[in-house]
Every structure is written in structure tokens, then in C-alpha cells.
């Protein structure tokens, strides 16, 4: 950037610049190859630019040159911890636009899937937001009981994080036999972990003063910004998928929309662990009534959709995950659009952020639980 | 030469004079500050090597693995492995640094740990240098390293460096205040800075538990700022990995790396070793006043192993505060030491004063 200006030495006062500091590509709390343009006055944070596009892949554009059940394959690259998420909104999407009535089992079987993802993601956040403020121990604590939950993945559909599962009329495979008995031994053994969670991280003294009262989201800029899932609800933004517009097994269940109205970064933190017990207790309602049945509707081998417009939203660990698909009846589609929410979260950051100091722009980037190539797809 | 794991002062003593029999006073000098070099050196790398392995192995321990587990009987020889791989690494130096300041800085913070090690005593009569103000001298030299991270911060002309840089600036002049006055409190109590005296005069028992409640809060206080002084966690600020990358040290690569990394642990070293020893008796015995057969026993024990017990045991506090807390903020830092450590420790020598007035610690 050419932005610098010379350093004006005047007579009464020495006149300096704004300290211009590219945080990323490569920087280790931006988790990926995101690039922040951040001015700085000493410690304090004036201004961030984010930049995005350094692993932009041209999903969106991908998507038209291959056929539906295709396009699936590429959507756990995008939000790769919300990769079972992100598989189920497209199939969603061309279940919906044929009028495909997929089996109850299909519902409950995603349904779960859901949560554990929602879980792992959860888990994998709260480690990185520990190691962002210099807690390096949460990181093993919380990839402790996440390995749990992609060995659960693997026995299921043999990938552990770009699952796949989802295919358009139901699920790839049926579930494995252990399915049921592993998932309950692990919320049995997680119920006793997550109180550990709190120990280490949350009643610690320096973290409640490094996440207290910085970062604030009112609920008219969440809205405006379009910040939606933890991050949003933080500000009071009731914006779960799951509640409005809901979808699979979630109206069958009993949960509750964790809302809060504070919005800084200890709210938002605190949401985010209050929806793990949430997850879990969708998990243990669904856990044992897995009706029998099919795994998959049998669908024709060619999916065509009819010509027009169709979006599917789902609730996935970062936010609103919307697809957007214009068919013209062929094989495969004529534009696809996904509504990231990786994206919207991001551009809040400014927002929030100005005005703090450097470290707490790492602690607030943290818990808006940024993953890169959901930004950039 | 009447070696005696007890009392060091014989040996020196006639190792001195077997020396000046054999040649001229200056020359005796000069070998005797080479030796005293030489095994300064030597200490510093194989401890500093031992305090690495150390670290890497309590902190897996806190965090549910086993640490370096290949090279060698449990990963014993990791240290060496990866020191030589160090020594070994190409130097890179930015196109813009300032080459002089950037090449000095290592080695400032280098020599201030040195110059910090001369007075601790290790054991009766393993002491280099004992003078009559030896806890104003470390205090003093200690804050020499400072003067390196800021030309290291500097001269690297990276933004990140520099920030880190000034905020270790700002951090460790604040903390000298904490680390000098918690000492002041002890020295009221010794009632002198000669090292070897303030150990000989906790004979009887250590001035933690000699001088009430004013000696223990003086020890938390210590232990807190000595820790902000060695740029560890949860003060870590001046290499807060997550914000500044690697801080002050970004763009020093092989060996001069190694030396930053060297002085860290060295640090942590002089801070438990100054702990050690004005808190907890430096290399004397445990004793209580009336148990004599547990005395004797506990005297059993050779000075130097008391050391070193000690000492590891309060790096092990240290390190325990880092793998379990996370990183203070800038203004945060400055506001526990200006706002309660400072106005804490001035009363604690108010009460200290008194204690020693009212003759209550005798």
C-alpha cells in the first residue's frame, strides 16, 4: 500500500502516521490465509480492512459445469467444520424443488449428524479461542473430545471431516450398528467434560477481564451487517434457522434459541457454550427413536431440477448458510449463489473492533469463529 | 583440595592458593576468570538445555500427552537435537535491519543473564561475586536485557517486533518497581543486600515463615512481577504468538534465536534462584526450631541439592502459571502493577517496618 506519508517534523510537535499493519495472509490468529489491513495508533486499533480472495476456488462458478449431486461434493470444502451442514442445505435444496419426501429416518439421521458437526466445530472453536488469548492448553483439551466425535463420523461415512453424507433423497449409507451406543457413550462422557471447559477457560479471571466488555454488536448493526448465528444471537438478533424456518428432524424436537442482548465478546462466548449443551440435549431426544426404515429414496439417476429459483437455509455452527440455485432444467445448474456466513460475520468486524486494542481485536475476531474458505468459497 | 559437598570455601580457598604457588598473581587471576567462565557457560547451556525439556514436559503433562518421547530415553537428548539443528541454520538478516544494533541485541540480553548469575549463591562459598549490595546489583543488572528486546525490536524494522518490543519496554520497567520493593521488604527483615548473609541469617528459619504475613505477600508479589520480568506467561505480551506472530524476535533466525530462547529460561532461572533465596532460605535446610533429629536428618542433605529443589520448584510454579492462564492485555498488565501491586507492596513494607520495629519476628 502507498498510504504512508512522511513523518512531518514541525517545530512544538513531532506529527506521526498511523501505524499501517497487514495482519495475514499468513498470521496465526486469522486461522487461514485471511489478510486484515488494521491501522493502528500505538496499540489501538483504528480501522480493519479485511481483505479476502487469497484461497478463493471458484466453487460458485464450479458448481455450473457439474451436475447436482455433485455440487455437494463441494460444499464441505467450503465450511469444512460445518461440512455436514453445508451438505444437507443443497440437498435440501433439490429435495424441495423436486418435491422428493425423504424418509423419516433420513430426518433423524441428519438431524444428529447436525448436532455432533455443530459440536466438533463448537469444540474445535473453543480451542482456538483459548490459544488466541494465549491459553495454549485449551487446544488439546477440546481436540481431546472432538477426536470422539470424527471417530463417530468415520465409523458412519469413513471421512472425518468432508463428510458427504448427504446425498440428494437421503443419506449415502445407512448408519452404522454401533451408531447409537458410541453417540450416547460420548454425550454420557461429554456432559462430564464440559464443566472442565468452564474450569479452565471461562471462570479464569484474565479471560473474563480479556472478553468483558470489549467487542460490542448492537442488535441494529447485527441486523444491518447480517451477523447471524452465535455471533448475532449475542446481540439479541433471534436468527436461528432452526426455530424459523425449521427443517429435518428440528421440528420434532425441543430446544431453545439461546439469545442474549449484551453482545460483547463474553456473551458471545458464553452462547456458544450454552448451545453445546443445546446440541446434546437434541442429540439425547433423537438418539433413541431413530424410526427404521430407508436410508435413501430412490432417485432417478439424472437429477434435473425444474427451471427456476430455489433457496434452502440451515442453521450451521457459524450462522445462516443459505443455497441459492437457478436452474434452467438441465442437468446441471445455471447459477449458484452460497449465502456464507463466514462472510457476513466478518465485515462486522470493523464494526466491533475499532476502537480496542490489538489483542482484543484477536480475542473478538475469535469469537466470530472465522473459517476462511467459507469467506472466500 | 579438601572437597566438601557441604562447604564449598575450603576447596576455593586452596585451589586459590594452589594456583599461586605455581604463578604470578595476574595470571592466577586470569585463569581462575576463566574457569569461572567457562563453567558459568557450560551451566548456562546444559541448564538452559534441561529447563527446555523441562518445559515441554510439564506442559504435555498438563495438557494430556507425553512430549518428546523419540530422541533418546524419553526424549532426553529432543534438547540437543533440535539446539544443534539451531547452531547449524542459515542466519537471515532483513534487507533493512540495522546491522550493527541487529547483531548486539542477542547478545545484550545474553550478557545481562550472565551478569545477573555472578552473585547467586549456589551453595556455602559457591558464590563468584558476594558484595555487600548484591540484591541491588541483580535488580540492577537484570534490567540491562530490557535494553536488547528494545534494539531487537528495533533493528529488526518489522512492525510486529516493535510493538512487542515497546510493550515489553513499558512491562518490565513497570515490574522492576514490584520485583525491587518486594525485595526492599525482605532486606528490612535481613537487614542487609549481601546474599550470603541474607542466606546464613535464615539458618534458623526461612524468612517466609520468619517474616509473617508482609514475607509471604512479598513472595506472591515477587513470583508475579518475576514472572512479568521474564517475559513468560501470562505476561508473554512481548511474543504474544497470536497477535505479534513471534514479537520482538520475528525476524532472528538460528542461533541468535537460540539466544533469545536461552535468556528466557535462563531468566526464569535467576528469578527462582533470587525466589530461592531471599524467600526460601537459598541453599539452607529446612529446619524447625525444636525438632532436632529431623535438623540433623534434613541437614543430611547436601546445600546444592536444597538448591536446586528449590529452585525447580518455583519454575515449576512458573510454568504452571503458563500452560493454565491465558495472556494478560497491555493496559491490564500495567493496571494490576500501578494500581494494586505498587500501593499493595508499599504498605506490605509499612507492615514489614513494623514487624522488624516490634522485634515480633525474633
Not at chain 2, 532483513?94 to 541487529?102: G, R
Amino acid at each position: 500500500m502507498s498510504e504512508t506519508k512522511e513523518i512531518i517534523i514541525t517545530s512544538d510537535k513531532i506529527h506521526t502516521d498511523e501505524y499501517l499493519v497487514n495482519m495475514g495472509p499468513q498470521h496465526p490468529s486469522t486461522h487461514g490465509v485471511l489478510r486484515l489491513l488494521v491501522r493502528l495508533e500505538g496499540e489501538m486499533v483504528h480501522n480493519i480492512q479485511p481483505h479476502v480472495g487469497y484461497i478463493h476456488s471458484g466453487i460458485e462458478k464450479m458448481c455450473e459445469a457439474i451436475s447436482y449431486p455433485q455440487v455437494i461434493h463441494l460444499t464441505d470444502r467450503m465450511d469444512y467444520l460445518s461440512a455436514h451442514m453445508n451438505n444437507e442445505a443443497v440437498a435440501l435444496c433439490i429435495e424441495n424443488a423436486l418435491q422428493v419426501e425423504v424418509p423419516e429416518r433420513v430426518k433423524y439421521i441428519r438431524t444428529i449428524m447436525d448436532e455432533l458437526s455443530r459440536l466438533a466445530s463448537h469444540q474445535l472453536w473453543w480451542c482456538v479461542m483459548g490459544m488466541d488469548l494465549g491459553a495454549l492448553t485449551t487446544f488439546f483439551y477440546g481436540l481431546r473430545d472432538r477426536e470422539h466425535i470424527l471417530d463417530i463420523f468415520e465409523e458412519t461415512c469413513g471421512a472425518r471431516m468432508t463428510l458427504n453424507y448427504s446425498v440428494p433423497g437421503g443419506v449415502m449409507f445407512d448408519i452404522h450398528p454401533n451408531f447409537q451406543k458410541r453417540v450416547k457413550e460420548f454425550i454420557k462422557e461429554f456432559r462430564k467434560k464440559l464443566p472442565e471447559y468452564d474450569q479452565l477457560l471461562t471462570g479464569n479471571v484474565i479471560f473474563q477481564e480479556r472478553t468483558n466488555d470489549i467487542g460490542y454488536l448492537s442488535l441494529e448493526d447485527a441486523i444491518a451487517w447480517g451477523v447471524t448465528g452465535p455471533s448475532g444471537r449475542g446481540s439479541g438478533f433471534s436468527c436461528d434457522v432452526r426455530k424459523h424456518q425449521p427443517y429435518s428432524a428440528y421440528p420434532l424436537v425441543q430446544f431453545e434459541e439461546k439469545l442474549a442482548t449484551k453482545g460483547d465478546t463474553f456473551t458471545r462466548y458464553r452462547l456458544r457454550m450454552e448451545e453445546m449443551y443445546e446440541s446434546l440435549h437434541i442429540i439425547e431426544q433423537l438418539i433413541d427413536n431413530i424410526p427404521e426404515g430407508d436410508y435413501a429414496v430412490k432417485m432417478k439417476g439424472v437429477v434435473k431440477l425444474p427451471e427456476g429459483e430455489f433457496y434452502q437455509r440451515v442453521e450451521t455452527a457459524r450462522g445462516e448458510f443459505g443455497v441459492y440455485i437457478v436452474s434452467d432444467g438441465k442437468k446441471n445448474p445455471y447459477r449458484v449463489k452460497f449465502r456464507s456466513p463466514g462472510f457476513s460475520n466478518l465485515f462486522a468486524l470493523n464494526k466491533m473492533a475499532a476502537g480496542h486494542k490489538i489483542a482484543d481485536l484477536v480475542a473478538i475476531m475469535s469469537t466470530l469463529d472465522l473459517v476462511i474458505p467459507d469467506i472466500d468459497r | 583440595m579438601g572437597f566438601n559437598i557441604y562447604d564449598f570455601s575450603g576447596m576455593t580457598h586452596n585451589m586459590h592458593l594452589w594456583f599461586l604457588e605455581r604463578m604470578s598473581p595476574t595470571a592466577t587471576t586470569i585463569v581462575e576468570w576463566t574457569i569461572i567462565g567457562v563453567s558459568y557457560m557450560l551451566f548456562v547451556a546444559l541448564f538452559g538445555l534441561f529447563l527446555v525439556y523441562a518445559e515441554r514436559k510439564v506442559c504435555a503433562a498438563f495438557q494430556q500427552r507425553l512430549g518428546p518421547m523419540r530422541v533418546g530415553y524419553w526424549g532426553l537428548l529432543q534438547t540437543i537435537a533440535d539446539f544443534i539443528k539451531l547452531l547449524m541454520k542459515e542466519l537471515i538478516m532483513p534487507k533493512s535491519a540495522d546491522k550493527f544494533l541487529y547483531n548486539l541485541a542477542p547478545f545484550i540480553v545474553m550478557i545481562a543473564t550472565f551478569l545477573a548469575m555472578a552473585v547467586l549463591p549456589f551453595a556455602k562459598g559457591l558464590q563468584t561475586l558476594d558484595f555487600d549490595i548484591g540484591i541491588f546489583y541483580v535488580t540492577a543488572v537484570s534490567s540491562v536485557g530490557v535494553i536488547g528486546i528494545l534494539i531487537a525490536g528495533w533493528s529488526s524494522n518489522n512492525k510486529y517486533s516493535l510493538i512487542g518490543a515497546m510493550r515489553s519496554g513499558a512491562q518490565i520497567l513497570s515490574y522492576e518497581l514490584s520485583v525491587s520493593l518486594s525485595l526492599v521488604t525482605i532486606i528490612i527483615l535481613a537487614g542487609s543486600m549481601q546474599l550470603s548473609v541474607v542466606v546464613e541469617s535464615q539458618r534458623d528459619a526461612w524468612f517466609i515463615f520468619k517474616g509473617h504475613i508482609p514475607a509471604l505477600i512479598a513472595f506472591v508479589i515477587f513470583l508475579i512481577a518475576g514472572t512479568a520480568e521474564t517475559n513468560r506467561g501470562p505476561f508473554d505480551l512481548a511474543e504474544a504468538e497470536s497477535e505479534l506472530t513471534a514479537g520482538f524476535h520475528t525476524e532472528y533466525s538460528g542461533i541468535k534465536f537460540a539466544f533469545f530462547f536461552l535468556a528466557e529460561y535462563i531468566n526464569m532461572f535467576i528469578v527462582a534462584a533470587m525466589a530461592t533465596t531471599v524467600f526460601l532460605g537459598g541453599w539452607m535446610p529446612l529446619h524447625f526450631g525444636s525438632f532436632e533429629s529431623f535438623n540433623v536428618v534434613m541437614d543430611f542433605i547436601p546445600p546444592l541439592v536444597w538448591f536446586f529443589m528449590k529452585v525447580l520448584g518455583v519454575i515449576f510454579l512458573i510454568m504452571w502459571f503458563k500452560w493454565t492462564f491465558p495472556r494478560l492485555r497491555v493496559d491490564q498488565i500495567l493496571t494490576l502493577e500501578w494500581k494494586y501491586l505498587l500501593p499493595i507492596n508499599l504498605i506490605n513494607i509499612l507492615l514489614m517496618s513494623l514487624v522488624v520495629l516490634t522485634k515480633f519476628h525474633l
